[in-house]
């Protein structure tokens, strides 16, 4: 099956920093999203982004399937920011249940 | 705005016991997963449906099982519940088999087997 890496696997900001987190995957995809797990375990959609770039506030997301991979920007971090970023997947062509990466520990220090 | 519903946020139970974790989404959509998270191994997916009546194994079938009467309603069901059962469960919706469109989840529920 496909495979997804999330890098890097944790991250500790001070509020106000900017931060770019990386997802690569193994074979071409049609169906990629973002999600935020928050604190209190809920997975909050962020993005839908099997390519091209969108923004969302201060979050924007850009997916190069050519090149197999997605970046999720945060800017101006808030200590609302912290959780766990995951992305997840499906291969073109495979199969319709989405595969998720290992996700990314984000903490942000007031 | 599509709604996923899990009946518990926080649930304690007895090793043995036959427990159901119910999952409702309201927005008329063919797929339904439940997925366990466990600290260090991500999201493993336990079992999923693509319409009524349908279901199929994931990665971790193994002590689950699952009924889907209805299609807004999926529901996982440990059959004598284990300590090694302790975990974050989460369910999931998304449109329909061969769409790509986006999942959307749970709140989550947090079990402990004591």
């Known amino acids: 099956g496909i495979q997804v890496e999330q890098s890097p696997p944790d991250l500790i900001l001070q509020e106000g920093a900017n931060s770019t987190l990386r997802c690569n995957f193994s074979d071409s995809v049609n169906n990629l999203q973002w999600f935020h797990q928050n604190p209190w375990g809920q997975l909050i959609n962020l993005f839908y982004?099997?390519?091209g770039t969108k923004q969302n506030g201060r979050l924007s997301a850009t997916t190069v399937a050519t090149e197999r991979y997605s970046l999720l920007y945060i800017s101006s971090s808030q200590t609302t920011d912290s959780g766990v970023y995951f992305c997840?997947?499906?291969?073109?062509?495979?199969?319709?249940?989405?595969?998720f990466g290992r996700g990314t520990s984000l903490i942000v220090h007031p | 705005d599509v709604k996923v519903t899990q009946s518990s946020r926080y649930l304690v139970k007895r090793t043995g016991e036959k427990v159901f974790l119910e999952c409702v989404q309201d927005m008329d959509h063919e797929n339904m997963f439940w997925y366990r998270q466990d600290p260090g191994l991500g999201l493993r997916l336990i079992y999923f449906?693509?319409?009524?009546?349908?279901?199929e194994k994931g990665d971790i079938p193994e002590g689950y099982s699952v009924s889907r009467e209805k299609k807004e309603r999926f529901s996982l069901i440990l059959e004598s519940a284990s300590t090694n059962q302790t975990s974050m469960y989460l369910c999931?919706?998304?449109?329909?088999?061969?769409?790509?469109?986006?999942?959307?989840f749970g709140q989550g529920t947090r079990l402990t087997v004591v």
């Open positions: 997840a997947l499906r291969a073109s062509g495979g199969s319709y249940i989405p595969t």
């Open positions: 982004i099997p390519s």
């Open positions: 449906s693509y319409d009524v009546k349908m279901k």
């Open positions: 999931a919706s998304s449109l329909a088999r061969f769409e790509n469109t986006e999942a959307f």
